[in-house]
């Protein structure tokens, strides 16, 4: 165990949610110690999609690229019932016009944690395995960290924060007695990597709707290998642990003719559907599965976790650095607790409806679900609203204490609006966590003098009919916080309302807001 005893923020947990922490604040210069409990990271993974918003963010600390390169599109979604094949929606354009990342992207959790922790070693930061964190104590002005290693020696380190990304069973949230409200659903899920053929097997999404049990077929390249995930609810559910991928082959085999040629690996488990009471707690806060967990519907888990680590990392590092007070730090859990909330409402739901069971569930999955699906092609809005869902980009922070004014149909803490054009269009200078201006026409002299004064990029942008149509409102002013949500609108571009925003968020009036 390192013999360095403080550090900024100490991270508990190196799955996705706490390595992308690690990395944001090591980018923002935050001094950081990443633990965790096991020996190397996942080999294995559950989660597989990366949705688009988290592709977006992730233009922030250069990663998009190559997940990107290194991922698997997936051209379209396809539904079966009684065996047959019913309905396919295409993925190809579905997101056109709406972000410079326009399809859905699978790019396993295993693969994911690789590269993260490249990217924090080729910064100078290692994960510290086979640490466990063991005891907390907050004195007010920093965490005293009681930490334990594989030979169960015992240190304690001091932090300014502690980060529990310490998943589902969080030692972080049982030492600071946040509650894990919610249940467990009834259903044992299954995952398997294979080797297959069968037209399930051709670089799709293929979901089977045949009876109480889900099944789902996750391409992991553009044919032959893929990811089953589904449940099982009969007496095999009462043997989860001696369950192998014999017990569960046949439904792959049946419903959506997948012949298995190898299997990789295969395991069960339970799947929850909780969220804490509390995302911070004094100088703790809670992330990813720590702070929430749900059903696999919808691919949300690890998207949701880098959202709060997106959320969290700009906010920690302001405070850390003594450019904002720590209430700011209070807006973390404002704006993540009521998403997580929705979400787990919203994917119980869901998952609910795929495994009810009855004569009625039954005629919804097998012919209401369909003619929906085919309708979705057709259909612009009703696609528009299910992709912009999914993929994350409909959430906002519109109702949270970080969000002022609006011009035209963008209000302060909505996601900025993507305008299509050369180099990603008006996403391309979005490389980087820090506050920027943005104008779609031209902005005032007054406005030019304020962003220069403050040392805040101005990005000017000419004012074309993409503009209006994506909501903006000519000539005003859209000051973006670092992770690129809109912070404060002013619609006349006069930076009145801008240093107002500034002036309650930070402290004093900085002669400079570089990250």
């Known amino acids: 165990m390192p013999t360095s005893t403080f550090t900024d923020v100490l991270i508990s947990g190196a799955g996705p949610t706490g390595l992308l922490l690690a990395l944001a604040l090591t980018r ?40 990107v390169r290194d991922g698997h599109r997936v051209p379209g979604v396809n539904l ?16 056109e016009g709406l972000t410079p990342h326009a399809f859905i992207l699978i790019y396993p ?31 007010g002005s920093r965490v005293v960290a009681t930490l334990r290693d594989a030979s169960g020696a015992e240190a304690r380190v001091e932090a300014s924060y502690l980060a529990g990304c310490d998943g589902a069973r969080s030692a972080t949230r049982n030492l600071i007695g946040s509650g894990f409200e919610g ?27 045949d009876d109480a049990d889900f099944l789902a077929v996750f391409p992991l390249s553009s044919t032959g290998r893929v990811r089953l995930i589904g449940t099982v609810r009969d007496e095999r559910a009462d043997r989860a642990d001696t369950l192998t991928f ?18 990789n690996w295969f395991s069960t488990y339970h799947v929850h559907h909780r969220v804490t009471d509390h995302f911070r707690r004094g100088r703790t806060f809670l992330l990813g599965d720590a702070a929430h967990i749900h059903s696999p519907v919808g691919g949300q888990g690890m998207n949701t976790g880098i959202g709060d680590a997106m959320n969290l990392a700009w906010k920690l590092a302001a405070v850390v650095h003594g450019e904002a007070r720590d209430s700011l730090l209070d807006s973390y859990e404002a704006e993540r607790i009521g998403f997580a909330r929705r979400l787990v409402a919203s994917t119980d739901r869901a998952f609910t409806i795929v495994t009810a069971e009855g004569r009625v569930a039954n005629l919804l999955r097998t012919r209401i679900a369909p003619m929906l ?7 612009d809005r009703a696609r528009d609203f299910l992709y912009r869902t999914v993929s994350q980009l409909s959430l906002n922070y519109a109702d949270g204490p970080l969000a002022e004014g609006s011009a035209g149909d963008v209000r302060g803490g909505e996601r900025l609006p993507w305008v299509a054009g ?37 990005d000017r942008f000419a004012w074309t009919t993409a503009c209006e149509a994506a909501g903006l409102a000519r000539d005003a002013a859209y000051l973006l916080r670092p992770d690129t949500y809109v912070g404060a609108a002013a619609p006349s571009g006069e930076p009145a309302i801008l240093e107002q925003y500034l002036d309650r968020i930070l402290i004093g009036r900085r002669d400079s807001l570089e990250s």
């Open 422 to 458: 050369p180099d990603g269009g008006n996403f391309r200078n979005l490389r980087e966590m820090r506050w920027r201006v943005h104008v779609y026409g031209e902005p005032t002299p007054a406005l030019v003098e304020w962003c220069e004064r403050r040392k805040i990029p101005l």
């Open 183 to 209: 249940g467990t659903y009834r259903q044992v899920f299954y995952v398997a990597d294979v080797e297959a053929t069968g037209r399930a097997t051709d670089g799709e999404l293929h979901v089977d709707f």
């Open 80 to 95: 079966w019932t009684n065996g047959e094949w019913r309905a396919r929606l295409p993925l190809e354009d579905i997101a």
């Open 28 to 67: 923002l210069g935050v001094r950081v110690r990443i633990i965790d409990k096991l020996a190397g990271p996942s080999t294995t993974s559950r989660a597989l999609a990366v949705q688009t918003r988290t592709l977006e963010l992730y233009d922030l600390l250069d990663l998009t690229d190559q997940v």
């Open 373 to 379: 699906m085919s309708a979705f092609t057709h259909i």
């Open 109 to 139: 959790q295993d693969k994911h944690e690789r590269l993260l922790i490249e990217r924090l070693a080729a910064a100078g930061v290692t994960v510290e395995r086979e640490c466990e964190l063991v005891g907390l104590d907050d004195n």
């Open 246 to 263: 014999d017990d569960v082959s046949g439904e792959a085999i049946e419903h959506l003719k997948v012949t298995p040629v190898h299997v």
